[in-house]
Structure formats: structure tokens, C-alpha cells
């Protein structure tokens, strides 16, 4: 039998798995702050090398013999402080993912599932179906690709994601992906079929595995 529903449970598993990767990130870059951390305090001790002049010394990321320098290929530099401050928990690396996790999120909903999930409800076309938490936001991924990351005035007036002042850097922590999660969800639990008297909801069942009984954002009741 035919899933009526397919694109639009397509697009919550596709949720699922973006915040899956974001919340692998939010665990991961601080695990990785905190190796060097302990690294340095190996060294603090055997070495007698205090933790600031450590800092200092460089991180390599590369691949070949990092001793013989015709065969090594440097992939990325920096300082083990840098990498320290922009790995803190919320800090500029999880940040970074959660605006490209935005964008990402806007960006396969406006030119893949749209026009899908448009259709399966009873819209001839994609402009038909408008939810507010897409427009909010389209006015984020606005400001992080086009006004260099800073909020344009028109994200500043965004009533669910309206964090940010004018011209203020955007960075997206993990209390705003789990708002964005969960509006979005909302949104597409509300959604209803249209070409029928009484209407009915088009998410009527479970679209992610959830065995244990816990309460999920991505339950459909």
C-alpha cells in the first residue's frame, strides 16, 4: 500500500538526523577540548611546562611523516588555546554547525520536501503551504548567508526565533536547535489535509523508532 504521507515523514526523519548530528557535535567538541586539556596536564606535570606556554604551542592536523617534511601535508593549524576556546561547550565550532544546520534545514524544505509535503496535504503548489516557523527561519539563513552572519531587521521582528538584536552576530546553541526542533515539529503535527470536510492530520503515527517509552519531539500523537 501507497504511504500517502511519505515526503512529509521523510522530512521528520530528515530532522531527526540533523539534530542527531548536532547533538553529536554538542558532546564532541567539548570531549576533544577536554583530551587536550588532560594532555597538557600530563605534560604540566612531567615537563614542569605551565599550561599558558602550552597554549601557545601549535596543534597539526595533517597526514604523512609530520618529521619529514617533503612527505607530511598540513590539512589545518592552530594553537592548542584556540582550540581549547572555540571547542568550550557552546562555543564558536557548535555555534557554527548550528547555523549551517539552519540552513541546511531551510534549504531542503524550500527545494525538495515543499512542493511534497504541499501536494500530499492537497495543495497544487508548494506556495500554498506557508509555515511560520520556515519563514522565521528563511530570515536567519537570510543574515547568516547574505548580511555575514549578523541579524537583518527583518529577523530581529521573528516571533518563535527572536533571539538576536540588529546586526548581531547569530550563533545557534543548543537551547535555540532544541527551539527550532520543536517548533518545527509542531508545525508539521498541526498540518492537516484540505480537500476534506472534517479535516484530519496528515502525521498520524510515529515516524521515529522510539522503544523505550520516553517522551520525544518527534512523537506523533
Not at 67 to 89: C, D, F, M, P, T
Not at 152 to 173: M, S, T
Amino acid at each position: 500500500m501507497k504511504d500517502e504521507f511519505k515526503a512529509t515523514k521523510d522530512f521528520v526523519k530528515f530532522l531527526h538526523q540533523v539534530y542527531g548530528l548536532f547533538l553529536d557535535g554538542s558532546r564532541a567538541f567539548p570531549l576533544l577540548r577536554e583530551q587536550i586539556i588532560e594532555a597538557q596536564e600530563r605534560i604540566k606535570k612531567t615537563d614542569n611546562i605551565p599550561i599558558a606556554d602550552l597554549d601557545r604551542r601549535v596543534c597539526f592536523i595533517g597526514s604523512g611523516n609530520p618529521n619529514n617534511k617533503k612527505e607530511a601535508l598540513l590539512y589545518h593549524i592552530a594553537s592548542q588555546g584556540e582550540v581549547k576556546e572555540r571547542n568550550i561547550n557552546d562555543g564558536r565550532n557548535l555555534c557554527f554547525l548550528g547555523n549551517m544546520c539552519l540552513v541546511w534545514i531551510y534549504q531542503l524544505w524550500e527545494d525538495k520536501f515543499r512542493q511534497q509535503v504541499a501536494m500530499e496535504i492537497g495543495y497544487n503548489n508548494k506556495n500554498q503551504l506557508e509555515l511560520d516557523i520556515m519563514g522565521e527561519i528563511k530570515k536567519y539563513r537570510e543574515s547568516i548567508i547574505h548580511h555575514k552572519g549578523q541579524a537583518k531587521k527583518e529577523a530581529v521582528n521573528n516571533k518563535i526565533l527572536n533571539w538576536f538584536k540588529r546586526d548581531e552576530i547569530i550563533n545557534i546553541d543548543k537551547a535555540k536547535m532544541k527551539v527550532i526542533i520543536t517548533a518545527t515539529m509542531n508545525e508539521l503535527k498541526s498540518l492537516m489535509k484540505v480537500e476534506i470536510i472534517e479535516k484530519e492530520k496528515i502525521l498520524i503515527k510515529d515516524v521515529i523508532l522510539n522503544p523505550y517509552g520516553f517522551r520525544s519531539v518527534f512523537d506523533i500523537n
